[in-house]
């Protein structure tokens, strides 16, 4: 089956940048999709790598290498609002376009 | 706006009920699925559907079902609710890869089975 490693939890100030690993263990996928979740929310969509390489948004950016089953997200300028949970998925081939998701790392901004 | 709405935020039933939680989408999306999230585990998919009355088991089937009639329509039955089904549902919807990465999710159900 498919497997999606992530740290549980990182700490971080209020303008630093900070950067949340997935490491995975499955084949076949059409791409790497980061997904943010604030407490009591749903999941809302953050960005898609479906090559090898950075994808940049605003102060997001996301990285996928498949070479090494290795992807990040990253996060600069960091604001309070940031704190959340953030869940890789990876976006699996076949069909209903589904996704299995990592176990989410839980990241908190302090002042 | 793509919207996904899901029956009820909160809901407490008794063990052994059946249960039926309902997904309603708004943007003709082919795929629509059901997720459990539980503390440390992340989402983990129950069944999804990519067509009306399709659906396929996705990672934990066991202990429900679910009826996909009209398009925009998902539900997910709790045969006979148990203690360990107590949990936050979400639902979410997606249209094809090649046109939109992206699941769209509601706002979820914390069910409590007591």
């Known amino acids: 089956g498919q497997s999606l490693e992530q740290p549980s939890e990182v700490t971080a100030v209020e303008g630093a940048i900070v950067q949340i690993n997935c490491t995975y263990q499955t084949s076949g996928f059409y791409g790497l999709s980061w997904y943010q979740q604030h407490d009591g929310g749903a999941p809302t969509f953050l960005s898609y790598?479906?090559?090898?390489g950075l994808e940049e948004t605003g102060r997001f950016s996301s990285f996928l290498s498949r070479s090494d089953s290795y992807g990040y997200l990253l996060l600069q300028e960091l604001q309070m609002k940031d704190s959340a949970s953030y869940f890789c998925a990876v976006l699996m081939r076949g069909g209903g376009n589904k996704l299995t998701f990592g176990t989410g790392t839980q990241l908190k901004v302090e002042l | 706006d793509v919207k996904v709405t899901q029956s009820s935020r909160y809901l407490v039933k008794r063990t052994g009920e059946k249960v039926f939680l309902e997904c309603v989408q708004d943007m003709d999306h082919e795929n629509m699925f059901w997720y459990r999230q539980d503390p440390g585990l992340g989402l983990r998919l129950i069944y999804f559907?990519?067509?009306?009355?399709?659906?396929e088991k996705g990672d934990i089937p066991e202990g429900y079902s679910v009826s996909r009639e009209k398009k925009e329509r998902f539900s997910l039955i709790l045969e006979s609710a148990s203690t360990n089904q107590t949990s936050m549902y979400l639902c979410a919807s997606s249209s094809t890869p090649d046109t939109d990465y992206e699941q769209y999710f509601g706002p979820g159900t914390r069910l409590t089975v007591t």
């Open positions: 790598n479906a090559l090898d």
């Open positions: 559907s990519y067509d009306v009355k399709m659906k």
